[in-house]
């Protein structure tokens, strides 16, 4: 079976903390994501990454940067965390072709205050 | 743009009875996913649609896509109360790329 695995499934962080959301995937997929998932507005994209060293944005990437040294590993950075950042995120990976089906981790719950 | 339109987005049933959530998407797409997310839980993929008129059945569930129409169905036939949780729909538009999500479908079943 697929595994994504995050580093945390709930984080409390102080506005302006610097702060670094991790996720680790063990199926050797080419592609990995990062969503937020917000009560009335589904999941949006905020990162995605097709290999090492890659990143492309995704529809609503202001506030965050990401990081993939290794294929397995895909980090989310938010560079001074806000409120406004509070939310669930999801990480995601899925095998490069034409099946795109994206295995999601367990979510980290971020709350900033 | 893509857009990915689910309907409805609540739903609440009767144990026993059947019905459809509908997806709708705006640009031709063959690859569409649906989603059961439980409260407070991450997505677990349930069904994968690669081409005009799959169908795949698991259970109460059964998804199709017609990529004529650009529509998934997603219909739930006897439901049980197992099945409350919310659904999504997903479609990508290159291989191997992004997938868009829709609005989700809370689904409540009530004995």
């Known amino acids: 079976d697929v595994k994504v695995t995050q580093s945390s499934r709930y984080l409390v962080k102080r506005t302006g903390e610097k702060v670094f959301l991790e996720c680790v995937q063990d199926?050797?997929?080419?592609?990995m994501f990062w969503y937020r998932q917000d009560p009335g507005l589904g999941l949006r994209l905020i990162y995605f990454?097709?290999?090492?060293?890659?990143?492309e944005k995704g529809d609503i990437p202001e506030g965050y940067s990401v990081s993939r040294e290794k294929k397995e590993r895909f980090s989310l950075i938010l560079e001074s965390a806000s409120t406004s950042q509070t939310s669930m995120y999801l990480c995601?990976?899925?095998?490069?072709?034409?099946?795109?089906?994206?295995?999601f981790g367990q979510g980290t719950r971020l709350t900033v205050v | 743009e893509l857009k990915v339109e689910q309907n409805p987005l609540f739903l609440s049933m009767q144990e026993g009875k059947n019905y459809t959530i509908y997806c709708n998407y705006s640009t031709t797409s063959d690859r569409l996913y649906w989603y059961r997310q439980d409260p407070g839980k991450s997505l677990e993929s349930l069904f994968v649609l690669l081409s005009n008129g799959a169908v795949k059945q698991e259970g109460r569930l059964m998804a199709s896509l017609d990529t004529k129409a650009r529509l998934s169905t997603l219909h739930i036939t006897a439901a049980v109360h197992d099945l409350s949780a919310t659904y999504f729909c997903?479609?990508?538009?290159?291989?191997?790329?992004?997938?868009?999500f829709g609005e989700g479908t809370q689904l409540t079943v009530n004995p």
């Open positions: 199926m050797d997929h080419e592609n």
């Open positions: 995601a990976s899925s095998r490069g072709g034409p099946n795109t089906e994206a295995f």
């Open positions: 990454s097709y290999d090492v060293k890659m990143k």
């Open positions: 997903a479609v990508d538009l290159v291989s191997g790329s992004r997938l868009t």
